[in-house]
């Protein structure tokens, strides 16, 4: 059944304009003004939601957050307030300024997540066009080849979004974080594009054609590794391609990906005509940079709670 708060985003996008790329209205003063005075409020439900005692008082936060984030949204002009005190919440811009994207993660008992997110559009006169998205990770079980729309979301928090073009078509492409066990997370690289207005999650632009065994083209690109592994997923701005660990199964059995750590070698994808082409070795002399941080500065981005594991 679905939540109240997202009844309400599902009316709100159906009543909305049609966003306009080249947005021109500006935030008033006096807006500005009210959006500051429901972001306390939206603060201290973000907190609650991430950082509660148990579940079911960070249920009652999330339940709360929605609809105040809503409300708030809601304000003409919203697009341009960038509600920084928000800690827990993802909020990324495209780099056009054409949308931006909030993401969120909400701590569920035993170590498991649910994952909350919107798309709210730059509108010419300021008003609210919102895709919700509904997380439906636990019950999509072929990440690489799904393409779906905002009901059918792979439910993470993103943390890099970068824009590329061929043949007058944009692709966004989003880095994702997905808490997904007890045993293992995922990294997730994920096409966005907007092809009738609305968006579309996955595209087949993954190339491994290039591989000594060339494999087909995959709609989304998924590494998933043990809990503690700290694989590193990011688009590398001097190399101009996206870096990511390459991983290995520490006991010789490939088919358990929780066991999977990085090698200390790295893969990657360059962009090239149209597609996010394979890379087998990044530094074939094995002479790369340091590893790539966390995507995640969790000592800026309170996303998840400090202790996940603690006992209701």
């Not at 490939?254 to 962009?271: A, C, H, L, Q």
């Amino acid at each position: 059944m679905l939540r109240i708060g997202f009844l309400c985003w599902i009316m709100i996008m159906l009543m909305a304009p049609t966003p306009a790329v080249h947005a021109q209205y500006r935030l008033s003063a006096a807006d500005r003004m009210r959006l500051e005075k429901l972001e306390d409020s939206l603060k201290f439900f973000a907190y609650t939601l991430v950082n509660g005692r148990d579940e079911q008082i960070r249920k009652q936060a999330n339940d709360a957050f929605i609809p105040h984030l809503v409300n708030a949204l809601k304000i003409r002009g919203s697009f341009y307030y960038p509600f920084d005190s928000l800690r827990q919440i993802s909020i990324l811009y495209a780099p056009d300024s054409s949308f931006r994207i909030f993401t969120w993660q909400f701590p569920r008992a035993f170590g498991s997540y649910r994952y909350y997110g919107a798309i709210q559009m730059n509108t010419r006169d300021g008003h609210l066009k919102l895709f919700p998205l509904f997380d439906n990770s636990e019950f999509t079980y072929h990440l690489d080849d799904t393409i779906t729309g905002p009901r059918g979301w792979i439910g993470c928090i993103y943390y890099r979004l970068i824009e590329t073009h061929f043949r007058n078509q944009k692709y966004y492409t989003l880095f994702g974080f997905n808490g997904n066990s007890l045993l293992s997370n995922k990294k997730i690289l994920e096409p966005l594009t907007f092809p009738h207005g609305e968006p579309v999650f996955g595209s087949p632009i993954f190339s491994f054609a290039n591989d000594s065994i060339p494999g087909a083209d995959r709609n989304r690109f998924v590494l998933e590794y043990k809990k503690d592994g700290d694989a590193g997923l990011n688009y590398d701005d001097e190399l101009k391609m996206i870096v990511y660990d390459e991983l290995v199964p520490l006991h010789n059995e490939p088919e358990k990906k929780y066991t999977y750590v990085p090698d200390g070698n790295y893969e990657g994808f360059v962009w090239k005509n149209g597609k996010w082409v394979h890379v087998t070795k990044v530094f074939p002399d094995n002479q790369g940079p340091t590893p790539i941080p966390l995507p995640i500065d969790f000592s800026k981005k309170n996303l998840i709670p400090k202790d996940s594991t603690e006992e209701n």
